[in-house]
Every structure is written in C-alpha cells, then in structure tokens.
C-alpha cells in the first residue's frame, strides 16, 4: 500500500509570508581552496534537499520575520536521539576528513578544538566533536557562573537573546594553534561567526578556521563578505554542511511576519485538546558520575566523552525503571526527553540510550512495538505557533524561566517548548516526559504554579524529573575569578566547598558547604552522656553529636500540619528579609548561613532573590560555635573569593541573642579577616536582638521541628581538636542513610510555592519595615535572665527561648520543664507532644516574651534520669535554689535527686543556642 508523502512543514510560511527556500549545491570545491580566507569545501554524493532537514515558521521578533526550524538538530521539533546524533556526527566526519586533507597539504597537525553556540547548537558541537574523535570541546553560553571569569564573548545579531559568554575552565583551551570549529545549526549570513572569530584571533591568533553547520544558507555576497573578512586576518576559513539553500523574502517580510503573529496568536493560545488529571511530578535520581561536565559550558574533553559513555546505560536503565513503574506498568508508546535550552547533549545521549536499553531488553508497549523515543529542547526563542500540518511549530507551552538571567539588569523572561503538546492530533501525544535539568534549574520557578513542570504535568500522563548536578569549575584561593590573595594568616592552601550531591541532599546550585565531610567518623553519643560531659565541663557541645532523632508517625504528621499551616508566612518572611537584605546590600549580595538552623533560611532567600529580581546569590554554609566562634579558614576562603562587605551572615531565628553576639566579637577577633559585617540576618527575631529580620513574631518554623532530615541530611557541626587540623573547616557529617525520610526539598518547595502568593503584600510590607524602627531591644535576654533567676538556674545559657530553640532543647539535650505562654497554642502541638515523649513537664505562665521557653536540666548527671531514660521533672511548682536539692519523679516512676552543687567548667550548661 503507498502512502501518501508527508506534508512539507514549510508550506504554511510559503504560503502566507510569501517565502521561497530554494535548494542549492554546497559550494565550493578542493580547487576553490586557493588561497588564506577563500571558502572552500569538499562535495558528497547524495546530499540531502535542504527542505529535508528544515521547515518553517514565524519568529516573534522585530528583526528577523522567518525560522527556519531543523528536524535534526532537537530543539524545537521532537526527533529521534539516532537521527539528531547522526545528523551532528556526519558533520563531524566530514570535518575530520577536511582536516586530514589538510594535514596532507602540511598544516601543523595540532588538535582541533570546536566551539559550538548557545543555545541552539550546544549538542550539535558535541556531536560534531564525536564525529571528528580527538577534539576537544566548548560551547558559548549565557548564563554567567559566579567565580568564573569570561575568557571571552561575542554578539549574535539576529537572535533574541544576542550574548554570549565563553568560560572555559582551562583559559589555555582557547590558547592552542590548531583549527577552531565552530559548529551552528544554520549558517544564515555568518555574521555572528565573524563575530567569533575576529574577537578569539584578537585573543590568540590561529591559522585555520572551520565553520560547521547542518544547513549553509549564505548569499554569494556574504560568502565573499566571510571569506574577505577572514583572509584579512592572514587565516585561511573552510565551510562544511550537510545541505545548501538560499531563501527568497518579499521586502515587506517583517510587516508581514508581525501581521501573521497579530492576527493568529489567539488561536494559538487555545488549548486544543481535553483538560486531563495533571500527572504527578516523580523525581528519579540518575547518581550521574562525580565530576563529570554534564556539557561543555566549561569544556569537554575526549576522556570526558568517554566517562559518559560508560555510564550512560546505567542511567538509562534507571529512567527505563521509573517509566515502568518498576515493571508495575506497560512500557509507554511514546516517550519524549526533554532538555532545557543550553542543557542538550547529556539528555540527548540519555535519550539515545534509553531507547537502546529498550530495543536490547526486547520491550514492547501494548500496540507490540517498541517503545517510540524522541528528543527535544525548551527554547528562549518566542515563535508563532500553528496547529497545521505544513507548520514546523504546531503546539508551544510557555512558562517562565528557572534558569538563571542574563543579567541583573534583564529579566528573565518566559521560555517555551514547541511540540510538545500534541494539539489536535492525538497521535502525535505523547504519554510519557522525562525532563532533564541542571541543578541550577531546578528552582522554584520550575515547581511553581504555571512553571514547566505544571505545563508538562496538563499534556502527558507520566511525568519524570531527572536532575543533573551542573558542572562547577574548581575554583582555589589561588585561581579565583577575583583574583583576590588568601587572606592573611592562611599557612596553605584552602579547603574546597562541599556540594551537594556528594554532600548533602541540598542541590549544589542551592548551597556549598565551606565544611569538612565527617561522615566516616562515629561522634554521636547518647544525649545523657552528653549533657553530662557538657555541665561538667569536661567537653564542648562541639565535640560530639546527639543521635539523630527520628520521629514518629505522629510527630511526622505534626510537622507536615505545621509546613502547610505556616508556609505563606514563612514565605512573607523569606521575602521581607531578602529585601531588606538587597536594599542594604545590593544585588551583589553573597549569603553567608550559620550551619545548620541557618542554611535553609539562606535556601529560601536566594531563591526569593532569583523570584523576585532573576538574581543568583552565591550562598555558602559556614560553622559558628558558641564560645569557639566562627569558623576562620571558612572566612578566610569567604574573603579570597568574595569581597567581605558583601557577605551577609544568614541565620534562622534569635533566642536570647547568643549567636548575635558571638558573631560580633568572632568577627572582631585579632586575626580575623578584615571587612565583613557582623550584622546578623534572620528570617524571625523574637529576641529583638538584630536589625535586619523578616518578622519579630515567635512562630513555628517548621525546619526546628527536625534535625538532619529536614537540614539536607547535614549534621549538627562539629570542632575537635583531633579531627580538624588549623587550615580545614570545621566537619559535620551527612547522613545519607536517612535519604527516605528526608523532606529538606520538601520544606523548601513547599515554602517557594508560596512566593506568588505573598508578592503583593512583601512589596508592600518591607519599605514600611525598612523606614521603621528596627534598633535591637533585647528583650529576649531580659527574659531569659529574670527567667534564670526566678527559676534558680544560675545560667542563662540552659535557657532556651523561642520556639526553635525549644524544639532543639526537647530533640537534643536533657529538657526539665517547659515553660509555655498560656495563650500561645497554635505553634505548640509539636512542643507538647515531644514533651509528653520524653516525661517533661510543661508549665503554663502568662508574661513570656515569646510563645515558650525550654530550660534544660541544671546541674545534670545521668542519676537525674528516670528509669526509662527519660528526663526527669521537677514537679510543676517546684524550683531550684541554691543549696537545695530538688526531689521530683521520673517518669517511671524512679525517685531523682538534682544536686545543689555544680562542677565549675568553661563548657559548663554550653549550647548552640540562637
């Protein structure tokens, strides 16, 4: 049976715009190579009609009316990952074999190196690179990276974002003699290529440059135009394609185009095909190889090429798995991966991969087939679309970026993703999506309400999220984009950052952790031990970590009712402070949080900041010990990598102010690096002990509810002698054992989906906070030393107040009563019921500053225990004085003594208390 020959889907803008896309030879011959700078290039048998690898559409932007959309490149045409490779490799091949013709003619021999352009061809340059074998690999990009310097940039003129940023992690790449390729998908006039090469000769000089382009749609007058160029630079410029053309555009083609775009984007805004359930969002997690380039933003090398390839069915066979719901479900029919703008090569080899995996496992869908893989890319390019089968654009989801800005100065704008929707041909739907992001990307933006993975969730019935950890150049003290020296007192090189997801749950686009990894090493110690050793004066708080607690059922269900019942007003919050941060401190802002209480607060902020104004705050993790101070290697990597006035120190909430002051006088200290600021940033101030804060209410932030688990599995942090020598971080230690009750991305999620909500009301609230009053009362303290006397305890520092700081008290030290605001009850329910856990009494007092206060058992052994190892509790009314002895009875029953007398020591009643 013949069928009918499939539509070409250029015919619509023939039709209405009055384009004409004539094929062409590919010009130029062995005996056209005459001299420096003439176009030249090598004929191939059965070269495909250029109408074969393009169609057509209408772009959304002033400057050029028409795009021309390749069916081979995967970006906006879903294709098969075998033909997109093919299609980049045969070009490459057929740059190794001009390259080689060369050789022969004498040039020098050295290695290529092929430069391919954002965003539209980062996987076509790598594919090219496959192709030629031995080459190395860049792409242009424009997202700037914090700490990289640009080696260099150029313009692309008819684009609608023009930028372009080169990064390599190694400067000398671009540095060496041999050919420069530089890979597009379409060469239309070869401006932005001249552009390209005139700024990298400027920089070092070579001989011979290749431009490599799936399609060559240049006049003969831009030909001559290049080659002149190019030849006036003493270098000679070879052109390879896989196809020829010229297009032919009416002269009011930009009239026109505007008119098409006005008169048929209603239409193609109406959804046209049935409202569906939303599929739920799963995350599959690839365990993609430790430091390996997920592209070639900062370089890609052979070696690195073949790193993947070893890897890549692995992952494959992961996707394959979730797809299947662990073999539970039929396999799919139809499949797309979807990359996200400059992120193409590493989903494109998944995609490849996965089919592979498939065909090999002998896998069938209930139709009997194989499973149908395609693979495409979300775009910045605004383009008509038309739900017609001679349109290269028939359906676009829009959404806002998650990516990073260009700039601080530029918004971040909306993204698409062309094809993806199937419209009104239900065989062309597809019933699976697996999105593949960088870190970076992964943001609230994405989660959010309207975001790319709503979008994807209202097409497709099963939705995967794979996350890939962007590569992140090694940046020392000595190589630091500022160029800033180690500041004074280093005595070696500094420690490198730890990152997520080697450590920690958190995302490394998130937070770095100026920490040293202690997971290896046993310091937990149960918590009567600790208390003992601690009032004893015989160990810090520091030396040693509680067992991590792990709630139960009934708890868990607590802090999710807490999450969903505070979240809008932690994201007030959040928003309050960050923009009081970036009022005080400008865009150029680097957060600094105090491990751990303050590391999810400094989460939510950058992400605000990213929200709110497309900003990328670098944020880092840093240890501050109570009477040890702050962790000085950790500001000393802080001041040879960034300008100390512009971190700001990030922590949670205040109690009494301890950290507050213990900040203070750390940064003050002799020897400390000079220029950062003391001033403390919290997300609530019950205390009145800073001046910048989102709210001075005392209310349940969920993340005190939990330790590590809801902290990115990161540990308490931990300063001992025998473990952290003079030039390391102070340790912590990331529990990955307790991956499947982590809800750190949870918390934070769920917060962020709340931005929009609060948006109106923070743009309204913190100018008025800003010009109010804001100078620290201190009441906090006040309370909690008349607190101290009132109940006999002699040390304010085993009075914890707050909230947060009352959960701490129940989760890892000895508590001995609780001291509750007899009107505050909605923060409470996690506080009581820890209470009762442990056998604590909770005492119900009407004049507290804030909603309650935990005191932590004074004058503590482990004979003041009960039985059942729960603390003991001094009955309701009774005290502590001096010289008495307190009688009360635990909560088996056990009779407890609480001695008068107190063991003097400099760690005695110690804390991380805020």
């Given at each position: 049976?013949?069928?009918?020959?499939?539509?070409?889907?250029?015919?619509?803008?023939?039709?209405?715009?009055?384009?004409?896309?004539?094929?062409?030879?590919?010009?130029?011959?062995?005996?056209?190579?005459?001299?420096?700078?003439?176009?030249?290039?090598?004929?191939?048998?059965?070269?495909?009609?250029?109408?074969?690898?393009?169609?057509?559409?209408?772009?959304?932007?002033?400057?050029?009316?028409?795009?021309?959309?390749?069916?081979?490149?995967?970006?906006?045409?879903?294709?098969?990952?075998?033909?997109?490779?093919?299609?980049?490799?045969?070009?490459?091949?057929?740059?190794?074999?001009?390259?080689?013709?060369?050789?022969?003619?004498?040039?020098?021999?050295?290695?290529?190196?092929?430069?391919?352009?954002?965003?539209?061809?980062?996987?076509?340059?790598?594919?090219?690179?496959?192709?030629?074998?031995?080459?190395?690999?860049?792409?242009?990009?424009?997202?700037?990276?914090?700490?990289?310097?640009?080696?260099?940039?150029?313009?692309?003129?008819?684009?609608?974002?023009?930028?372009?940023?080169?990064?390599?992690?190694?400067?000398?790449?671009?540095?060496?003699?041999?050919?420069?390729?530089?890979?597009?998908?379409?060469?239309?006039?070869?401006?932005?290529?001249?552009?390209?090469?005139?700024?990298?000769?400027?920089?070092?000089?070579?001989?011979?440059?290749?431009?490599?382009?799936?399609?060559?749609?240049?006049?003969?007058?831009?030909?001559?135009?290049?080659?002149?160029?190019?030849?006036?630079?003493?270098?000679?410029?070879?052109?390879?394609?896989?196809?020829?053309?010229?297009?032919?555009?009416?002269?009011?083609?930009?009239?026109?185009?505007?008119?098409?775009?006005?008169?048929?984007?209603?239409?193609?805004?109406?959804?046209?095909?049935?409202?569906?359930?939303?599929?739920?969002?799963?995350?599959?997690?690839?365990?993609?190889?430790?430091?390996?380039?997920?592209?070639?933003?900062?370089?890609?090398?052979?070696?690195?090429?073949?790193?993947?390839?070893?890897?890549?069915?692995?992952?494959?066979?992961?996707?394959?798995?979730?797809?299947?719901?662990?073999?539970?479900?039929?396999?799919?029919?139809?499949?797309?991966?979807?990359?996200?703008?400059?992120?193409?090569?590493?989903?494109?080899?998944?995609?490849?991969?996965?089919?592979?995996?498939?065909?090999?496992?002998?896998?069938?869908?209930?139709?009997?087939?194989?499973?149908?893989?395609?693979?495409?890319?979300?775009?910045?390019?605004?383009?008509?679309?038309?739900?017609?089968?001679?349109?290269?654009?028939?359906?676009?989801?829009?959404?806002?970026?998650?990516?990073?800005?260009?700039?601080?100065?530029?918004?971040?704008?909306?993204?698409?993703?062309?094809?993806?929707?199937?419209?009104?041909?239900?065989?062309?739907?597809?019933?699976?999506?697996?999105?593949?992001?960088?870190?970076?990307?992964?943001?609230?933006?994405?989660?959010?309400?309207?975001?790319?993975?709503?979008?994807?969730?209202?097409?497709?019935?099963?939705?995967?999220?794979?996350?890939?950890?962007?590569?992140?150049?090694?940046?020392?003290?000595?190589?630091?984009?500022?160029?800033?020296?180690?500041?004074?007192?280093?005595?070696?090189?500094?420690?490198?950052?730890?990152?997520?997801?080697?450590?920690?749950?958190?995302?490394?686009?998130?937070?770095?952790?100026?920490?040293?990894?202690?997971?290896?090493?046993?310091?937990?110690?149960?918590?009567?031990?600790?208390?003992?050793?601690?009032?004893?004066?015989?160990?810090?708080?520091?030396?040693?970590?509680?067992?991590?607690?792990?709630?139960?059922?009934?708890?868990?269900?607590?802090?999710?009712?807490?999450?969903?019942?505070?979240?809008?007003?932690?994201?007030?919050?959040?928003?309050?402070?960050?923009?009081?941060?970036?009022?005080?401190?400008?865009?150029?802002?680097?957060?600094?949080?105090?491990?751990?209480?303050?590391?999810?607060?400094?989460?939510?902020?950058?992400?605000?900041?990213?929200?709110?104004?497309?900003?990328?705050?670098?944020?880092?993790?840093?240890?501050?010990?109570?009477?040890?101070?702050?962790?000085?290697?950790?500001?000393?990597?802080?001041?040879?990598?960034?300008?100390?006035?512009?971190?700001?120190?990030?922590?949670?909430?205040?109690?009494?102010?301890?950290?507050?002051?213990?900040?203070?006088?750390?940064?003050?200290?002799?020897?400390?690096?000079?220029?950062?600021?003391?001033?403390?940033?919290?997300?609530?101030?019950?205390?009145?002990?800073?001046?910048?804060?989102?709210?001075?209410?005392?209310?349940?932030?969920?993340?005190?509810?939990?330790?590590?688990?809801?902290?990115?599995?990161?540990?308490?942090?931990?300063?001992?002698?025998?473990?952290?020598?003079?030039?390391?971080?102070?340790?912590?230690?990331?529990?990955?054992?307790?991956?499947?009750?982590?809800?750190?991305?949870?918390?934070?999620?769920?917060?962020?989906?709340?931005?929009?909500?609060?948006?109106?009301?923070?743009?309204?609230?913190?100018?008025?906070?800003?010009?109010?009053?804001?100078?620290?009362?201190?009441?906090?303290?006040?309370?909690?030393?008349?607190?101290?006397?009132?109940y006999g305890i002699g040390d304010v520092n085993l009075v914890k107040p707050g909230v947060g700081e009352t959960t701490r008290v129940?989760?890892?030290?000895?508590?001995?009563?609780?001291?509750?605001?007899?009107?505050?009850?909605?923060?409470?329910?996690?506080?009581?019921?820890?209470?009762?856990?442990?056998?604590?009494?909770?005492?119900?007092?009407?004049?507290?500053?804030?909603?309650?206060?935990?005191?932590?058992?004074?004058?503590?052994?482990?004979?003041?225990?009960?039985?059942?190892?729960?603390?003991?509790?001094?009955?309701?009314?009774?005290?502590?004085?001096?010289?008495?002895?307190?009688?009360?009875?635990?909560?088996?029953?056990?009779?407890?003594?609480?001695?008068?007398?107190?063991?003097?020591?400099?760690?005695?009643?110690?804390?991380?208390?805020?």
């Amino acid at each position: 049976m013949n069928h009918p020959a499939p539509t070409w889907t250029g015919t619509w803008v023939t039709d209405h715009l009055g384009l004409r896309l004539h094929s062409a030879a590919r010009p130029g011959t062995a005996g056209d190579q005459a001299g420096a700078g003439r176009t030249g290039g090598h004929r191939h048998g059965g070269d495909p009609d250029v109408s074969e690898l393009v169609g057509l559409a209408i772009r959304d932007n002033p400057r050029r009316a028409h795009l021309l959309v390749s069916t081979v490149l995967g970006k906006h045409v879903p294709q098969d990952p075998a033909v997109v490779l093919g299609a980049g490799r045969e070009l490459g091949r057929r740059t190794a074999e001009l390259l080689r013709a060369a050789a022969g003619e004498g040039a020098d021999g050295a290695a290529p190196l092929v430069l391919g352009f954002a965003e539209t061809a980062t996987a076509l340059g790598h594919a090219v690179a496959d192709g030629i074998g031995d080459a190395a690999y860049l792409h242009s990009t424009r997202r700037a990276v914090p700490g990289v310097r640009p080696v260099g940039g150029f313009e692309e003129e008819h684009s609608h974002a023009t930028s372009h940023l080169l990064l390599p992690e190694d400067p000398a790449l671009l540095a060496g003699t041999g050919p420069l390729v530089l890979v597009d998908d379409e060469l239309s006039t070869g401006r932005t290529c001249l552009n390209t090469i005139e700024a990298l000769h400027a920089l070092a000089p070579r001989t011979r440059y290749v431009i490599a382009a799936l399609v060559d749609m240049r006049t003969d007058t831009d030909r001559a135009h290049l080659a002149d160029r190019v030849a006036a630079l003493g270098a000679r410029l070879d052109v390879v394609s896989l196809a020829a053309g010229t297009v032919r555009l009416p002269e009011d083609a930009l009239e026109r185009g505007a008119e098409l775009v006005r008169r048929h984007r209603p239409a193609a805004t109406v959804p046209s095909a049935p409202v569906q359930t939303p599929a739920p969002v799963r995350r599959i997690d690839l365990d993609w190889p430790q430091r390996l380039p997920d592209g070639g933003r900062h370089g890609f090398t052979p070696r690195h090429r073949e790193r993947l390839e070893s890897h890549l069915p692995r992952m494959a066979k992961r996707i394959a798995s979730a797809l299947d719901q662990d073999g539970s479900a039929p396999a799919p029919d139809r499949v797309l991966v979807l990359g996200t703008e400059e992120l193409m090569y590493a989903p494109l080899r998944l995609a490849d991969s996965l089919s592979r995996h498939w065909a090999e496992a002998g896998r069938v869908t209930t139709r009997g087939h194989a499973p149908e893989v395609r693979f495409s890319t979300t775009t910045r390019s605004p383009a008509l679309a038309v739900d017609d089968p001679g349109y290269a654009l028939r359906t676009v989801l829009t959404f806002p970026a998650h990516d990073l800005p260009d700039g601080p100065d530029e918004p971040a704008g909306t993204r698409y993703a062309y094809n993806v929707a199937p419209g009104a041909d239900p065989t062309r739907r597809f019933d699976a999506v697996v999105l593949v992001t960088d870190d970076v990307a992964d943001s609230a933006a994405l989660h959010a309400p309207g975001g790319l993975l709503t979008r994807l969730a209202a097409v497709t019935d099963r939705l995967l999220h794979a996350v890939v950890p962007a590569y992140r150049p090694t940046a020392t003290a000595e190589t630091a984009a500022t160029g800033r020296r180690t500041a004074a007192g280093a005595t070696g090189r500094l420690p490198e950052p730890l990152e997520g997801p080697d450590f920690s749950s958190y995302s490394a686009a998130d937070v770095r952790w100026l920490l040293t990894d202690l997971s290896g090493v046993r310091l937990e110690a149960p918590t009567e031990e600790r208390e003992e050793a601690i009032q004893s004066g015989g160990a810090h708080y520091a030396e040693s970590l509680p067992v991590e607690y792990q709630p139960s059922e009934q708890y868990q269900a607590l802090f999710h009712a807490a999450l969903d019942d505070s979240a809008r007003r932690i994201a007030h919050a959040v928003g309050v402070v960050t923009e009081t941060v970036l009022a005080e401190r400008g865009p150029g802002a680097v957060i600094a949080s105090l491990a751990r209480a303050g590391t999810p607060v400094g989460i939510l902020m950058r992400r605000w900041a990213a929200y709110a104004h497309g900003l990328d705050l670098p944020h880092y993790a840093v240890s501050i010990v109570r009477g040890r101070g702050i962790d000085q290697v950790a500001l000393r990597w802080l001041a040879a990598n960034h300008n100390p006035a512009d971190v700001v120190f990030v922590d949670g909430w205040t109690g009494k102010g301890a950290i507050t002051r213990e900040l203070r006088e750390a940064l003050a200290a002799p020897g400390t690096p000079a220029g950062f600021d003391p001033a403390l940033a919290v997300l609530a101030d019950p205390g009145g002990c800073v001046e910048t804060f989102g709210t001075r209410d005392d209310f349940l932030i969920p993340s005190a509810c939990l330790n590590s688990t809801v902290s990115g599995l990161v540990s308490r942090t931990v300063l001992r002698a025998d473990l952290i020598g003079p030039d390391m971080f102070h340790g912590a230690k990331f529990y990955r054992e307790l991956a499947g009750a982590d809800v750190s991305g949870q918390f934070l999620d769920t917060v962020c989906a709340r931005f929009p909500e609060v948006a109106d009301a923070v743009a309204t609230d913190w100018p008025e906070l800003a010009k109010a009053d804001r100078t620290p009362t201190w009441a906090g303290w006040d309370a909690v030393e008349r607190i101290s006397a009132e109940y006999g305890i002699g040390d304010v520092n085993l009075v914890k107040p707050g909230v947060g700081e009352t959960t701490r008290v129940l989760l890892r030290r000895v508590p001995w009563r609780i001291l509750a605001r007899r009107d505050a009850t909605a923060d409470l329910a996690h506080v009581r019921l820890l209470a009762e856990q442990r056998g604590v009494p909770v005492v119900e007092v009407d004049d507290l500053p804030y909603s309650c206060v935990g005191l932590i058992h004074p004058r503590f052994t482990r004979a003041a225990v009960g039985a059942d190892g729960t603390a003991a509790g001094a009955g309701a009314g009774a005290g502590v004085g001096s010289g008495v002895g307190v009688a009360g009875t635990g909560r088996a029953g056990a009779a407890v003594t609480v001695p008068a007398q107190r063991t003097a020591g400099s760690a005695a009643g110690g804390g991380e208390g805020r």
